[in-house]
C-alpha cells in the first residue's frame, strides 16, 4: 500500500512538470506580447515582460502592412460559414448513409456506390490533393473570393463518416414514433433527429471550427488579395517580412489565439467526445 | 419544403411495400429521401474532389504552365511523370517523409500513451491535466512555429534553449540553419507538442474501453505493474493503436504548415527540410510560375503512395485479427 502511495506522488510530480512545459509556449507568446524588441533580444532571458499595458497592441492594430482585424473579420466569416454549412451537409449524408439507403436494385448497388466513395475519400488526405483544388477553383475564376476559400473545403468525409457511425446507434424508436405522428423523413430528421444530436453535432462543429481558424495552405493559395487574407497567412506573412517587429507579431499571435481557446475550453467536453470517436474504427 | 407534401409522402411511403411503382411513390419513398439527403455532400465530393483529381489526371500530361486549358500542341505524354520520378529533389523529398515519420510516429505513439497512462492511475484534478495537455490542439502551426522559431529555438544567444545551454557552460546552437540535422529537433517537438493530446484522448478511450473484470481477472492471477501493460492492456489497446499509427502516417505525409513556417524566408525555402508537399508547393504554386502539370502528376503519385500505405495497413491488420 505504501509503495503504492509513492508511486501516485511520483505520477504527480511527473505529471506536474510535464504540464509546466506544456505551458511554456503560451507564456512565451504573453511574454512576448507584453515585451519590448531589446528586452527579448537581450542575451540574458527575462522571465517577466517589462511592457504592460496596450501599447504593443495600439501599435500592431495602426500596421497597415499586417492588417490583423481585416484578417481577422475574413477568418471569422470564413470559419462560421464553413462550420455550419459543413455540419448541414455531413448530417444529412451521414443520416442518409445510416438509415436511408435504397434497400433493393439498382438503387441499392448506387447507395453503397456513394459509400464507398466516401470511404475512399477518407483515406486521401484533402491536403494532398492541394494542386487539383487549386486548379478547379482557378478554373472557375474564384482565387481571391470568399467562395473560393469557403466551398470547396465544405464536403467532409470524415464528418459524413462520424455523422454516419453515431446515427448507426441512435435509438430508431424516436423515428418510429414521429412517422407514426405522420411525419416524413424530411420532418423526421430536422424535428426529432437532429434535435436529439446536439451532443455529437457540437463535437464535429468544435473540431471543424478549430480546423478552419488555423488552416494555412488553402488560404494561403486562395487568399491572394490582401481583402482575403486570412489570420494565420497575415501572421505567417509577418513572421517571414523585413524588419519584423516580434512583440507586435507575438501580440498578433496572442490575438488570434484568442477565439480557438475560448471555443476550446467552453467545447472542450464535446471536443473530447469527438476526438474519441475519430479513433473508432 | 411545405407540411401537405411531407404528410403525403409519408402516407405513400407506408404504402410503397406494396402498391406498385409510380412518382408518388418515388417522391415519397425511402430512395428518392436517400437521395435528397445525400445530394448536396455528393454534388460537392464530385465537384471539389473528384472531377478536380480528373482534370489533373488531364493536365499531367501536358506542358501546363500557369493555365488549367493546356492547347494540344503542349502535349507531352508521361513526360512531367519521368521527369518527377528521375527528380532526386522530388524523390529526397519522399526521404525526408520517411525521416520524419520514423522520428515523430513512434515519439508520439510513446508520449500520447504515457500521458494516458499516467492520468489513468491519478483521480484528484485528472481533467485538468487532460486539458492542459490537450489545449494545445487547439493552436495552429502557424502560431506553434512563430513560438519555436522565435524564441525556443532561436539559433541567437538569447533563444530559450540556447539560454538553457549557455547557462550549463555550453555554446549556442543554430538550430534551423541545416549545417547539422538539429533542425529536426525543432520540426519533431513542435508537432509533438501540438498533436500528443489528440491522441492521447484516444488512448484513453480506449483504456476506458478495456472491461473492469479483464483487470480483476488478471489481479486474480498476480499480475501487476509491467507484466499487466504487457500482457492485459496493450494487447488490448491494439485497434486503437492501429487507429492512432495509421492517423499519426497520413497526419506526417501532409506536413506543410510547421514545415513552412518554421524554415522560409522572404520569397525562400531552403533547399533541405522538403517533405512532399513542400516540395509540390515550391515546383507548381510557390514560384514565379505555375508550373501546373508536373504539380499534377505530383499529386497523383502522392496520391497513389498513401492510398498503397491505406492497403498494406488494411492487408496487416486483417492478418492480425485473423492470426489471433
Known sequence: MRQRRWAVVATYIGLGLLAGLFLVPFYIIVRNAFSTSSWIASPAWHLLPNQFGLTNLNKLLSNTNVGLLQAMGVTTIVSVTQTTLTVLIAAMAGYAMARLVPLRGAMRRAGSVVLSLTLVTLMVPAAVTFVPSFVMVAGLGWVSSFRGLIIPVLFSAFAVFLYRQFFEGFPSELEEAARLDGAGYWRTFWSVVMPNSLGITAAIGTITFIGAWNAFLWPMLIGQDRAYRSVQVALSTFMTSQGVDVPQLFTGAMVAIIPVIVVFIVLQRWLVEGVERSGID | ?324
Open chain 2, 1 to 324: 419544403m411545405s407540411a401537405p407534401t411531407v404528410d403525403g409522402a409519408t402516407t405513400t411511403s407506408l404504402r410503397a411495400t406494396t402498391s406498385s411503382s409510380g412518382w408518388r411513390r418515388a417522391v415519397g419513398g425511402r430512395t428518392f429521401w436517400f437521395w435528397v439527403f445525400v445530394a448536396p455532400f455528393l454534388t460537392g465530393l464530385l465537384l471539389f474532389v473528384y472531377v478536380p483529381i480528373g482534370w489533373s489526371a488531364y493536365l499531367s500530361v501536358f506542358d501546363a504552365r500557369n493555365t488549367v486549358t493546356p492547347r494540344p500542341d503542349q502535349f507531352v505524354g508521361f513526360g512531367n511523370y519521368l521527369s518527377l520520378l528521375t527528380d532526386s529533389a522530388f524523390l529526397t523529398s519522399l526521404g525526408t517523409f520517411t525521416v520524419f515519420t520514423l522520428g515523430i510516429v513512434p515519439l508520439t505513439y510513446a508520449c500520447s500513451l504515457g500521458l494516458a497512462l499516467m492520468l489513468q492511475r491519478i483521480r484528484v484534478a485528472r481533467t485538468f491535466f487532460r486539458s492542459v495537455f490537450f489545449v494545445p490542439t487547439a493552436v495552429s502551426y502557424v502560431i506553434a512555429s512563430m513560438v519555436w522559431r522565435m524564441s525556443i529555438f532561436n539559433g541567437a544567444r538569447f533563444g530559450l534553449v540556447n539560454s538553457v545551454i549557455r547557462a550549463l557552460g555550453g555554446n549556442p546552437v543554430s538550430w534551423l540553419s541545416g549545417d547539422t540535422p538539429v533542425y529536426w529537433v525543432v520540426l519533431v517537438s513542435l508537432r509533438l507538442w501540438l498533436q500528443v493530446g489528440f491522441y492521447m484522448i484516444l488512448f484513453i478511450a480506449g483504456l476506458n474501453r478495456i472491461g473492469k473484470d479483464t483487470y480483476e481477472a488478471a489481479a486474480l492471477d498476480g499480475a501487476s505493474g509491467w507484466r499487466l501493460f504487457r500482457h492485459i492492456t496493450w494487447p488490448q489497446l491494439a485497434s486503437t493503436s492501429a487507429a492512432v499509427v495509421l492517423l499519426l502516417v497520413i497526419g506526417a505525409f501532409q506536413a506543410f504548415d510547421e514545415f513552412y513556417n518554421t524554415l522560409a524566408t522572404i520569397g525562400n525555402y531552403p533547399p533541405f527540410a522538403r517533405p512532399p508537399l513542400v516540395y509540390l508547393y515550391l515546383i507548381s504554386l510557390g514560384g514565379g510560375t505555375q508550373n501546373l502539370g508536373v504539380g499534377s502528376a505530383g499529386t497523383l503519385i502522392l496520391t497513389l503512395v498513401i492510398a498503397a500505405f491505406g492497403i498494406v495497413q488494411l492487408v496487416i491488420t486483417r492478418r492480425l485479427e485473423r492470426s489471433r
